[in-house]
C-alpha cells in the first residue's frame, strides 16, 4: 500500500461541495504534482490533509501508513512526518525563527517536556543553513514578519529541512517568486529529495509548470472542479504550459460524453477519471 492514500475524497464549507471525489496515491520516494485552474480544489486538499477543521470531509477517506489521517489531530499528522508549505505562511511577531524551530524539531523528534539541546540544535540548525544557502541572520529574525515573498518560502525550506518529513506538501510554494526565487526554493526541495534517498514523497500543487523545470515530478495530475481528472507523467506539465487548461477541459468533456459510468479511459498517455 502506497504511504498516502486519498480514497474519494469529498469535502465542503458550509453549504458548497469544493472536492468532489478525490483519489490520489503517493508513496516515498515519489514526486506527485497537482495543477489546476483557480477554484478547482487544489489548496483545500491541502488544507484537509493537514486538519484544517474550517473544511468538511464528508465522505471518503485518508489514510497514512495504514493508519486513518482524518482522525488525527494536525499536531499528530506533523509529529508522524506530515509536513505543508502554506501558500500563505503567517507571521509570528516576537517569536524568533531559531526558537520557534527549536521547539518544532524538539516534537518532531519525540522530546515530551523538554527542548533538544541547544548545541546540538545550533550544529543542526547552522549545518541546514549552510547547505541550503540561506542567509543565517534570518534565524534571529521573528518569524516571516517583515520577510519578502523569497525569504517566506526560504524559510519554510529550512523548517522543511529540519523536520525531516516522510510526506511534504508544497501548496504553491511558487507563488509570487520571481523566476531565481523559484529555482532556490525547487533547489532546496530537490536536495533534501535527494538526501532523504528515497524515505520522502514531495506533494506538489501548483498552477504554473516552471517550478516543475527543476523539481522533475514523476507523476502529474490535474485537478478541475473538484476531482483529479488527468494523470500522466512530465509531459503533461509541458502540455498545460502550451495550450493552457482549456484544452483539458474540452477532451475531459469528450470522454465524459462517452463514459457511461465511473471508469478511466486513457489518451495519448494521459488517463482521464470520470465520476458520474
Request: hydrophobic share 45%; aromatic share 6%.
Amino acid at each position: 500500500m502506497a504511504d498516502l492514500v486519498i480514497r474519494d475524497l469529498q469535502v465542503q464549507v458550509e453549504e458548497k461541495v469544493i472536492l468532489k471525489g478525490v483519489n490520489l496515491e503517493l508513496s516515498a520516494g515519489e514526486i506527485h504534482a497537482i495543477m489546476g485552474p483557480n477554484g478547482s480544489g487544489k489548496s483545500t486538499l491541502a488544507n484537509v490533509l493537514m486538519g484544517n477543521p474550517f473544511y468538511q470531509v464528508t465522505r471518503g477517506d485518508v489514510l497514512y501508513k495504514g493508519d486513518d489521517l482524518l482522525a488525527m489531530a494536525p499536531d499528530e499528522r506533523a509529529k508522524k512526518g506530515l509536513f505543508i508549505a502554506f501558500q500563505y505562511p503567517v507571521s509570528i511577531p516576537g517569536v524568533t525563527m531559531a526558537s520557534f524551530l527549536r521547539t518544532a524539531v524538539s516534537a518532531r523528534r519525540g522530546y515530551k517536556n523538554e527542548l533538544i539541546p541547544v548545541g546540538e540544535f545550533q550544529k543542526l540548525l547552522m549545518a541546514k543553513v549552510n547547505a541550503l544557502k540561506i542567509d543565517p541572520s534570518i534565524v534571529g529574525r521573528y518569524v516571516n514578519e517583515g520577510f519578502s515573498g523569497g525569504e517566506k518560502k526560504r524559510a519554510e525550506i529550512l523548517q522543511m529541512a529540519l523536520l525531516e518529513p516522510q510526506i511534504a506538501i508544497m501548496d504553491e510554494t511558487d507563488s509570487g517568486l520571481d523566476i531565481d526565487s523559484v529555482k532556490v526554493v525547487a533547489d532546496g526541495i530537490m536536495q533534501m529529495y535527494e538526501d532523504a534517498k528515497g524515505r520522502m514523497g514531495v506533494l506538489v500543487i501548483t498552477h504554473y509548470s516552471r517550478i516543475l523545470q527543476f523539481l522533475r515530478p514523476h507523476h502529474v495530475h490535474i485537478m478541475y472542479d473538484g476531482r483529479i481528472v488527468v494523470s500522466g507523467g512530465s509531459a503533461l506539465a509541458e502540455e498545460l504550459e502550451s495550450h493552457g487548461y482549456e484544452g483539458i477541459r474540452q477532451q475531459f468533456e469528450v470522454v465524459a460524453a462517452e463514459v457511461q459510468e465511473e471508469g478511466a479511459v486513457r489518451r495519448a498517455g494521459k488517463v482521464f477519471w470520470v465520476v458520474h
